[in-house]
């Protein structure tokens, strides 16, 4: 349907440049949005949702809703920030770029009223978005793949033929995701140099990072991918597996199911507010985690004590902690364990689908008392 999509980044070619860039995309993503609203018949539809919406996707949508108005429900998620409780009040207001969300996001908002929904999933992001946007903002789950949640729990199977997952006496640490810079593999290389010289623990580093969607432009993540290839063709007992393919969803569930701590070192500056998929999922698999302090994903794992936090872009620390992680493992699993429960009742597929129908009056609120599988009550407007 769309002919530019989330990875399509400005090229750096100069703020202004980039940014006759950003509004040529959103008038492409407005035609295409406008075109593909016709041919699905949108008069027929009761609950439109978009998520992980990006620059150009907002303006586009207030631009093709100038043109085309649903007439149900349009949802809209936010997962990322520019920091607006950070941003002085003239930027929001007249920097080119900084001002495109107020205004678009307020701009649909006059357009459709109450039948126009933002959304975020933390509500750190909910609280910063209510610096720009003064209606109703409802916080929802993180949709952790049911694959995820029903992975076998017996020997390694398809990736494990390629990969030497089986338990082998040591504990097994695992980062996943892509390479893109904000992630922290620029620190990957020193922690495993450092663990290597603590002699009284015995740990293996499984690390399954595929180029980003958006590209490799950080000289600083080549370099650690140079130091990482040779970390593991090393024989000399260092441990690392490097896994540079993308995975299928049921490979990537297998990977992370046979891992015993995963660590998600984010740089601070981007994941203040901004929540992490690798994060929700290790905690609904009850894996003990290390993450960067001053983080949402900090403020939630201090629910669990199923992990610890270290300090931003700190090599050093990192692998202090991860040591202390696994030579008090049994500890740390045991949380981590516990708590995995409550967590998977919120961040479920079930539970997001049933706050937007709920949100869109689509089905009736019920108390959490009642709410279960199939517990929805359809409204008399559906």
């Keep these: 349907t769309f002919s530019v999509g989330g990875y399509d980044f400005p090229p750096g070619s100069g703020p202004v440049r980039d940014l006759a860039y950003l509004y040529a995309q959103s008038i492409i993503f407005r035609e295409d949005l406008w075109h593909g609203l016709r041919q699905v018949d949108v008069e027929r539809y009761g609950l439109i949702f978009c998520h992980t919406v990006r620059d150009f996707e907002l303006l586009g949508w207030h631009r093709c809703l100038s043109r085309l108005r649903p007439p149900g429900h ?25 001002r495109i969300r107020p205004r678009s996001l307020n701009g649909i908002r006059r357009k459709l009223g109450a039948r126009f929904s933002l ?58 995701g892509d390479d893109r810079g904000a992630r922290g593999v620029y620190l990957l290389p020193q922690l495993v140099a450092r663990l290597s010289e603590e002699s009284d623990v015995r740990v293996r580093f499984f690390i399954q990072c ?51 701590v995963v660590v998600v070192p984010y740089d601070r500056w981007r ?55 696994v030579k008090s493992y049994e500890g740390y ?27 869109s009056g689509l089905v009736r609120k019920q108390p959490p008392a009642e709410r279960g599988e199939g517990a929805w009550a359809r409204s008399e407007t559906v």
């Excluded at 929540?275 to 290390?290: C, Q």
């Excluded at 610890?308 to 202090?320: I, V």
């Excluded at 708590?339 to 961040?347: M, T």
């Design 74 to 98: 349009v949802t809209m998620l936010m997962r990322d920030t520019p920091g607006w409780a950070r941003v002085g009040r003239w930027k929001r207001l007249w920097h080119p770029y900084f």
């Design 119 to 176: 959304v975020t999933d933390s509500e750190f992001l909910s609280e910063d978005y209510s610096h720009v946007y003064r209606h109703r903002i409802v916080t929802v789950p993180i949709p952790v793949n049911d694959l995820i949640l029903r992975a076998p729990t017996g020997e390694p199977a398809t990736l494990g033929k390629r990969y030497p997952l089986a338990a082998d006496g040591c504990v097994r640490i695992g980062y996943l």
């Design 210 to 260: 595929p180029n980003a969607a958006s590209g490799q432009g950080d000289a600083r993540l080549l370099a650690a991918f140079e130091a990482l290839a040779g970390l593991a063709s090393d024989t000399t007992g260092r441990g690392v597996t490097l896994i540079r393919e993308r995975l299928s969803d049921e490979e990537y569930a297998e990977l992370l199911r046979h891992l015993d």
């Design 271 to 325: 994941y203040q507010e901004a929540t992490s998929g690798v994060f929700a999922e290790a905690l609904a698999m009850g894996k003990p985690v290390v993450v960067t302090s001053g983080t949402w994903m900090a403020h939630e794992l201090r629910r669990s004590g199923g992990g610890t936090e270290f300090a931003d872009g700190d090599a050093a620390d990192l692998a202090a902690k991860v040591v202390d992680v």
């Design 333 to 359: 699993a045991r949380r981590a364990q516990d708590f995995s429960p409550e967590w998977r009742r919120f961040h479920s597929s079930h539970r997001l689908a049933e706050m937007l129908l709920e949100e």
